[in-house]
Nanobody, 123 residues
Framework: VQLQASGGGLVQAGGSLRLSCALSGRTFSSYSMAWFRQAPGNEREFVATITRWSGGMTYYADSVRGRFTISRDNAKNTVYLQMNSLKPEDTAVYYC????????????????WGQGTQVTVSS
């Protein structure tokens, strides 16, 4: 399994970005997907997760609920993270992750990881 994340960048506070993560090498619909993030000096933290099927159930960290939306397109083998109302504290490297098990908020619950994409929010 290979995961390729994209879509990061520099944005002003209050702005929006959409991250994408494409999975290759296996059947995308077999995998729960998640986004995590890691700021300098911090541990990797959970952001959002979605179950395997299109239109699947989602779950969010309290810090992003209501501002971020995770979705997936099984026909395109891609998971998305729409980020609105961005804040400087959202600045981090964002990672997508995949696993065949049921979704979890723990990083240890995901076997496959993308390379990360930098999101920087200026105040």
């Amino acid at each position: 399994v290979q995961l390729q994340a994209s879509g990061g960048g520099l944005v002003q506070a209050g702005g929006s970005l959409r991250l994408s993560c494409a999975l290759s090498g296996r059947t995308f619909s077999s995998y729960s997907m998640a986004w995590f993030r890691q700021a300098p000096g911090n541990e990797r933290e959970f952001v959002a997760t979605i179950t395997r099927w299109s239109g699947g159930m989602t779950y969010y960290a309290d810090s992003v609920r209501g501002r971020f939306t995770i979705s997936r397109d099984n026909a395109k083998n891609t998971v998305y993270l729409q980020m609105n109302s961005l804040k400087p504290e959202d600045t981090a490297v964002y990672y997508c992750a995949a696993d065949r098990s049921i979704p979890t908020t723990e990083a240890s619950g995901y076997e496959y990881w993308g390379q990360g994409t930098q999101v920087t929010v200026s105040s």
